[in-house]
């Protein structure tokens, strides 16, 4: 492809937003999604579950894990702070996790932090904030302080009563392995494929013999397939663009081909770890001039070719209680 094609058909990296799909909780025969959740010790949250695009409705991707008194953030979009906060969860109560460095699954880290600290109900950190993250993270969170050195002043200058601890952070890079074992929750991350990033992490969520496995984002890789086996929930990304775009787009061929999984191989993924719920998020759905984005039902009918089994597809404020079954609440707008 020439130049002049190359800019005509130049991938726009953008993301629309994802509708609901309903109608699969027919083949869900272990899920239960009627009526509200009961209080539950461990629950998944998705805080956020679009891409770097700008949306009212699907904010940067994020995912909120409950287990037992454990409040744990998996990555912290744009918009985090927002979703935690429409929960009631007290943006300090919270420690965060970071799949990899890419700015929309690390923008809204200042927000978590900074609000974190402030007496307001939506505040009320009292200990260092705790961060996990690959190689880099130590240092970003290093630069953020010095970054946010003035603001930090004037507040604690106003307010005395602040202290050091509040605003401390205590950030850790970490390898594949176990990361946090704490109050009976074990976390291990482990390595996946995205693109040439060797710093790409998933995570693993083990809590009184029930477990969810978040992907995080990933072209289709054994490493993903060894973690996730047992899981009782499978939070996985997804990439698509229709075939005209793929046609005349290498930028796209190449995003979709390794940096994310197709429903198809999500789909494999899926039928090969046998969870008792699969679900969407981080939708990442590629359009260019005139060739329109692939739509949610599309995406579930072509994971359908390859997984026949309980699946759905995620939206902002979904609901994800783990014990003997897995039951769904979506958010009543």
């Known amino acids: 492809m020439g130049k002049s094609a190359n800019s005509v058909w130049g991938v726009r990296l953008l993301f629309a937003i994802g509708l609901t799909f309903t109608g699969v909780a027919a083949v869900m025969a272990q899920v239960s999604s009627h009526g509200p959740l009961p209080t539950a010790e461990f629950k998944v949250t998705l805080l956020g579950t679009s891409t770097p ?116 952070v205590s950030a850790k890079d970490f390898t594949e392995g176990p990361v946090l074992e704490e109050n009976g929750v074990r976390v291990v991350a482990f390595k996946v494929k995205h693109d040439e990033i060797k710093e790409a992490f998933g995570f693993r969520v083990d809590y ?46 190449k995003v979709l081909a390794t940096h994310h999984s197709s429903p198809e191989d999500a789909g494999k993924d899926f039928a090969r770890i046998k969870p008792k719920l699969a679900v969407y998020t981080h939708f990442t759905r590629l359009f260019g001039d005139g060739i329109p984005e692939v739509t949610i039902p599309e995406i579930i009918a072509r994971t359908r070719t390859t997984y026949s089994g309980p699946l759905e597809a ?12 897995v039951s769904v609440e979506r958010h009543k707008q």
């Open 208 to 253: 009184k013999g029930r477990s969810v496995v978040i992907s995080g984002d990933m072209a289709p890789n054994e490493n993903f397939i060894k973690y996730a086996q047992g899981a009782d929930v499978v939070i996985h990304e997804i990439g698509v663009a229709r075939p005209e775009l793929l046609e005349k787009s290498h930028a796209a061929r």
């Open 53 to 168: 695009n700008p949306l009212p409705d699907r904010f940067g991707p994020s995912t909120l894990v409950e287990a037992g008194s454990e409040k744990l953030v998996f990555d912290c979009g744009r918009g985090c702070t927002i979703r935690l906060w429409q929960m009631k969860i007290p943006l300090g109560s919270v420690k965060l996790f970071i799949t990899h460095l890419h700015s929309d699954h690390t923008v809204g880290i200042p927000d978590l932090w900074l609000t974190g600290w402030l007496a307001s109900p939506y505040g009320t950190r009292k200990e260092p904030f705790r961060v996990w993250g690959p190689k880099g993270t130590e240092a970003m969170m290093s630069h953020l302080t010095q970054a946010y050195e003035e603001d930090i002043h004037i507040r604690r200058d106003f307010n005395p009563s602040i202290s050091a601890q509040q605003v401390a």
């Open 314 to 325: 995620g939206e902002d404020l979904m609901s994800i209680s783990i014990g003997e079954s």
